[in-house]
């Protein structure tokens, strides 16, 4: 499967918040809800008149790269509206390339609704109790009393 | 006016599939997609941002994208028009006209719905009474700031033909001063950073070159796309190699990038100016032939910045001299660098100076009028409604009676306003007469413009006996103080036009495109044609349609609006060093359009209005050195106006998603200061001094420096009771207004400029707590109808 991201220069991500505001009227999501967020590192002083100031948008686990869009090959909202233009989509091994062409990028794989994602909880019938390692331990040592309650597989066996 | 087609320069973010080479009005997915260049309402400046409005068959507005064939903004697009849908679907929008017996003023459920046709009755009644008992001076129109309603000359010559238009800001201390410093001295409107944005290939233009520097004065144009610069353009050219200086009290985003960053104390500019002036002129790193041939009164100024040598300047600043130095050094020996002056340089008593010493540091090192340094326009250019209709409409006799233009010629002649701080006199005077009749247009002063609001307040409701107001949401002021609304359609159901930057500088122009139908509402050149075919007839029979006072209006006669709107933006033809080439000037000479023809370093129109010819510096009235006594009671310089990506001034408060990103109003505080009061971040304080205080949030953040306090401006809430019924006024908006701090007469002897960030104040916690309950907001304005 393809996995497609977000590739973030966030160099010059200015913290305009247009990415959260787009994605809020694109999913409509409702105040209180959001699908990406623009994380905020600063300002502190790293020595006299220097300053951190980093600006990240980050996708939350609600961020489903604009399915409904990309799908038709257009652009996630987030990419289309960054006032900065700092934002692009592509394929996670494309995007990845770009990495080493400047440093204060950071490239984000989002998982709409991880919980969800993982499915419901089925039990796998060929799984039962695990038991415990057999440990080779040498007689008569205190590790060999720690493992005495232990079952006789062996390690290699699981 | 010669023009060419906009480019359409695909970002590299674009996908592939675009709409890019789109015409202005097309169909996708059954939906039928207009493109827009807007401007107004809701409130912003006039960048014209490109954007495509998705209408469906039931001709509702269900999607907001930016356009990718803008030539500026290239799709790219601020959360305010993102939200554009919440704005013009609110369910506290206003649709319809509006009436209540003046003797109701402040309380929300008097208002009556009427038709359009008695509202006009009405007007008509008022004001054929009202002018007919004190003459047509008695109307005054309250102009706000940015929107195209802030700029609607034409009401007052035109429609009201009254010479009183005033924008109610202290001083007029926004945009203006800077305007009239350029204009006295150059004889060019405005001067703006050259950012391509009149090129077709813009910043890859063969005419371009790439700011070395760029110096960012007073001004934080990313969230606020100030006076029409589309402020992420600076990211644009930092991307292409351009480096920062920041003149700014506060760290900000920018200033962290900065190769030099000079805080000063507020309202100090001038004086580092003079300082930055000095070193360049005694290191000889000025553009000497710049100087020779294009300017005038260069030896007197270079005696007037000795004056302020830099160890002085140092003094006075707090910005150490090393630094001062190094940042005059690196502006000058870019080739070229540019300017970015902002709203802090109207802000102070002292603005006229601040602006004239800054034109000067652009003139002698040559950047004016030079591609990446100062783009400026010619004969022709200047904002393009300025002045227009007041000879017919007021004639020589009424605009004597401009309030304000004896005492401060200087303000009332250049920008055809009365003078605001006057104005305010006369309403609480009745000299030089009484002023009996008004209307907002664009304007929510008691929550936002005006100094003082609750004064002015009072002087509305003890002056005027009849009020209009004309938005797309109650507000404050005219919950306060109105006895008739209007209700403003929104850009999305419009037509207008639109120039960047107001015209002032040559760059680009546009359509703003109706793409939904607008109900009731009508915009402000609808109003403005309406209520001049009933008042002043005489004065419109030569526009049939509202598009003849379009074409007229705005586009010179030399487009028609139903060409312009197919191309929905044309670039303005741009050229350089026009002073070698004869259109600066009305008699097609060479040089500048000043009486010496050359940029006047020492300003013969400055004499003209009794004021020194040559910049200087003056304390801010209010400071620890002219007010040490009052200092030791409110121990911190203040300033205002703190800019947020949420709002455009007092708008957007009741758009949730706006509202979520920034729910109450918040004062920063350095954090050792913080530490010593016992203020925790997010806690509730109040800012105080002599004249007035306010509630506000503490932002406890290393942005302001140990004795400098920075608040936002414009709150109101538009959740909370809508009576005026207590000294928190209509929708609590005296709770947290700043401008309770700010004085009015406080300002510079041209009659511009104010005190807005140059004031003092203390602050002290609160126990008690007034934050925003979003869910409330949500509740009450998140179901859009």
């Known amino acids: 499967m393809t996995a497609y991201g977000l590739l973030i220069d966030y160099e010059y991500c200015t913290g305009c918040q247009s990415c959260e505001i787009t994605c809020k009227e694109e999913h409509d999501y409702p105040v209180g809800k959001w699908g990406i967020r623009v994380l905020d590192d600063g300002p502190w002083e790293i020595e006299p008149k220097r300053f951190n100031w980093n600006k990240i948008p980050v996708p939350t686990d609600l961020c489903d790269l604009c399915t409904d869009r990309t799908s038709t090959g257009r652009e996630p909202m987030c990419v289309h509206h960054c006032l900065a233009n700092v934002i692009t989509y592509g394929k996670v091994e494309d995007l990845a390339k770009k990495l080493p062409e400047k440093g204060k990028q950071v490239l984000f794989v989002p998982q709409f609704k991880p919980y969800e994602a993982k499915g419901p909880f089925v039990h796998d019938p060929s799984k039962g109790l695990r038991k415990a390692a057999h440990l080779e331990v040498q007689e008569n040592t205190a590790a060999e009393r720690m493992a005495a309650h232990r079952g006789d597989a062996r390690v290699e066996e699981y | 006016m010669k023009t060419k087609a ?48 998705f209408v469906d068959d039931n001709g ?68 054929k009474t009202l002018t007919g008992k004190y003459g047509r001076e008695t109307m005054v129109i309250f102009t706000g700031t940015g ?81 029409g610069f589309f402020g992420h353009s600076v990211i644009d050219l930092m991307r292409r190699g351009t480096r920062i200086i920041s003149v700014d009290p506060r760290v900000n985003w920018l200033s962290t990038r900065a190769d030099y960053h000079l805080r000063l104390r507020p309202g100090t500019d001038t004086a580092l100016a003079l300082a930055m002036l000095d070193v360049i002129i005694k290191e000889e790193i000025y553009d000497k032939d710049f100087v020779d041939y294009w300017t005038y009164g260069f030896e007197a100024l270079a005696e007037r910045a000795a004056e302020m040598p830099v160890e002085k300047a140092a003094e006075i600043t707090g910005v150490p001299a090393e630094d001062i130095i190094n940042a005059a050094r690196m502006y000058a020996t870019a080739k070229p660098a540019g300017i970015l002056w902002g709203l802090a340089i109207d802000q102070k008593t002292n603005g006229m100076q601040n602006g004239q010493a800054v034109v000067a540091l652009m003139a002698i090192t040559g950047n004016i009028d030079r591609p990446g340094g100062q783009v400026v326009g010619d004969i022709n250019s200047g904002l393009n409604e300025g002045g227009f209709g007041f000879d017919e409409g007021i004639g020589p006799e009424l605009a004597q009676k401009m309030i304000g233009i004896k005492e401060y010629p200087g303000y009332c002649n250049l920008i055809l306003n009365s003078q605001a701080d006057m104005t305010l006199g006369a309403m609480e005077t009745d000299e030089p007469y009484p002023l009996r009749m008004g209307m907002y247009t664009g304007n929510n002063l008691l929550a936002c413009t005006s100094a003082e609001p609750r004064r002015w307040r009072d002087a509305i409701l ?99 609006f139903e060409d312009l709107r197919k191309e929905v933006t044309l670039q303005q033809d741009i050229s350089y060093f026009k002073y070698e080439s004869g259109t600066l000037r009305r008699d097609g000479g060479l040089g500048f359009n000043t009486p010496s023809g050359r940029i006047e370093l020492y300003s013969s129109a400055y004499r003209t209005f009794n004021e020194d010819p040559l910049p200087y510096y003056e304390e801010p009235h209010f400071s620890p050195v002219s007010t040490p006594e009052l200092f030791e009671e409110y121990p911190f310089v203040l300033t205002t106006g703190a800019r947020t990506y949420a709002f455009f001034h007092s708008e957007h408060r009741q758009i949730p998603y706006l509202r979520e990103l920034n729910p109450d109003p918040f004062v920063e505080i350095n954090p050792k200061v913080a530490q010593r009061l016992g203020i925790a971040d997010g806690q509730w304080c109040e800012v105080f001094n002599h004249i007035g205080s306010a509630k506000l949030k503490a932002k406890v953040t290393v942005t302001v420096d140990e004795n400098t306090l920075h608040a936002q401006h414009g709150w109101w809430f538009p959740e909370t009771n809508p009576n005026d019924l207590d000294e928190n006024g209509p929708y609590q908006t005296f709770r947290s207004n700043i401008n309770n701090l700010v004085p009015n007469f406080h300002v510079g002897k041209i009659g511009f400029g104010a005190p807005f960030k140059s004031m003092i104040a203390n602050i002290r916690p609160l126990e008690e707590s007034y934050d925003t309950d979003m869910s409330v907001v949500w509740d009450k304005f998140g179901k859009l109808v």
């Open chain 2, 6 to 53: 906009t480019p359409a320069i695909k970002l590299d973010t674009l996908s592939d599939v675009n709409d890019l080479g789109k015409p202005w009005r097309y169909t996708e997915d059954g939906l039928t997609v207009t493109r827009s260049s807007v401007w107004s309402p809701p409130g912003c400046h006039p960048v014209g941002c490109g954007l495509k409005l």
């Open chain 2, 60 to 127: 509702r507005l269900v999607r907001v994208e930016g356009d990718e064939n803008h030539p500026v903004t290239q799709g790219r697009l601020c959360p305010r028009c993102i939200a554009l849908k919440d704005y013009v679907y609110n369910p506290s929008r206003i649709v319809f006209p509006m009436k209540r017996d003046p003797e109701f003023r402040g309380q929300d459920d008097k208002w009556e719905r009427i038709t359009w046709d008695e509202a006009l009755d009405i007007i008509e009644e008022r004001y």
């Open chain 2, 462 to 560: 003890r002056s005027l006996e009849f009020c209009i107001a004309f938005d797309c949401f109650m507000t404050p002021s005219a919950q306060a103080t109105c006895d008739l609304f209007l209700p403003l359609a929104t850009v999305a159901e419009r037509e207008g036009t639109l120039f960047a930057e107001y015209g002032a500088a040559p760059l680009y122009f546009g359509a703003m495109n109706k793409a939904i139908e607008p109900g009731e509402a009508r915009s402000d050149l609808e109003l403005a044609f309406t209520l001049g075919k009933r008042l002043n007839p005489h004065l419109w029979e030569e526009y049939d349609t509202v598009r003849d006072f379009i074409n007229h209006l705005r586009l010179g006669r030399q487009f028609d």
């Open chain 2, 147 to 227: 929107r195209e309603g802030g700029t609607m000359a034409p009401f007052a010559t035109m429609s009201f033909a009254t010479p009183n238009f005033c924008y109610t800001q202290s001083g007029y201390a926004c945009y203006t001063p800077r305007l009239a410093a350029c204009a006295y001295i150059t004889g060019i409107p405005y001067p703006e950073l050259d950012y391509a944005a009149g090129l077709p290939g813009r910043y890859d233009d063969p005419e371009y070159e790439v700011p070395e520097v760029v110096m960012l004065w007073g001004k934080e144009p990313l969230p606020s796309n100030p006076d």
